[in-house]
T-cell receptor, first 110, second 113 residues
Framework: GQSLEQPSEVTAVEGAIVQINCTYQ??????LSWYQQHDGGAPTFLSY????GLEETGRFSSFLSRSDSYGYLLLQELQMKDSASYFC???????????FGTGTRLLVSP | DGGITQSPKYLFRKEGQNVTLSCEQN?????MYWYRQDPGQGLRLIYY???????QKGDIAEGYSVSREKKESFPLTVTSAQKNPTAFYLC????????????FGNGTRLTVT
């Protein structure tokens, strides 16, 4: 089976840096993805890590350590519009099936 | 513009009735998926399809059925056998490949009373 663990909620202020952690257990592994979802909206793809290390895309970065079954999403220069839920997700070996964590709700305050 | 269209946005049904949720994509994606999201929870996979005329059960397929007669369309039927059908339903599609991201529709919020 598969399971992913994320903190349920994180709070921060505008301009700050926040890290959202994700630990996973999976049989077979084909990369860790991150998605953002605003309330009532559609999830949108943020990043994907197949190999260990840091991937940077603008204000967002994502890190993976396969030996630790761990990854994180780093959000810098936080803006109010970053208030949303963030989901990590893993894909099984051999399938298109993507399994999501329960999500971390990020609240950014002025 | 290419994208995924789910309709309707809100749907109300009486208990015991089957209901079909529509999902159409014009992205030319081979793979399509249905997820269910309950308040404060993650997305759980109901069914997925990697190619026309083929589909597989996800983690919570009981009480649901799908069809994939066309590449563009992947309708989901919520049957009366589904014990807790009230939820937010999300359809997604992707190209084939292990690292291909999912593109989601805007969802259908189903309420059954």
């Amino acid at each position: 089976g598969q399971s992913l663990e994320q903190p349920s909620e994180v709070t921060a202020v505008e301009g700050a840096i926040v890290q959202i952690n994700c630990t996973y257990q999976t049989s077979g592994f084909y990369g860790l993805s991150w998605y953002q979802q605003h309330d009532g909206g559609a999830p949108t793809f943020l990043s994907y890590n197949a190999l260990d290390g840091l991937e940077e895309t603008g204000r967002f970065s994502s890190f993976l350590s396969r030996s630790d079954s761990y990854g994180y999403l780093l959000l810098q220069e936080l803006q109010m519009k970053d208030s949303a839920s963030y989901f990590c997700a893993v894909r099984n070996t051999g399938f298109q099936k993507l399994v999501f964590g329960t999500g971390t709700r990020l609240l950014v305050s002025p | 513009d290419g994208g995924i269209t789910q309709s309707p946005k809100y749907l109300f049904r009486k208990e015991g009735q089957n209901v079909t949720l529509s999902c159409e994509q014009n992205l030319n994606h081979d793979a399509m998926y249905w997820y269910r999201q309950d308040p404060g929870q993650g997305l759980r996979l109901i069914y997925y399809s990697q190619i026309v005329n083929d589909f597989q059960k996800g983690d919570i397929a009981e009480g649901y059925s799908v069809s994939r007669e066309k590449k563009e369309s992947f309708p989901l039927t919520v049957t009366s056998a589904q014990k807790n059908p009230t939820a937010f339903y999300l359809c997604a599609s992707s190209i084939s490949g292990e690292n291909s991201p999912l593109h989601f529709g805007n969802g259908t919020r189903l309420t059954v009373t």
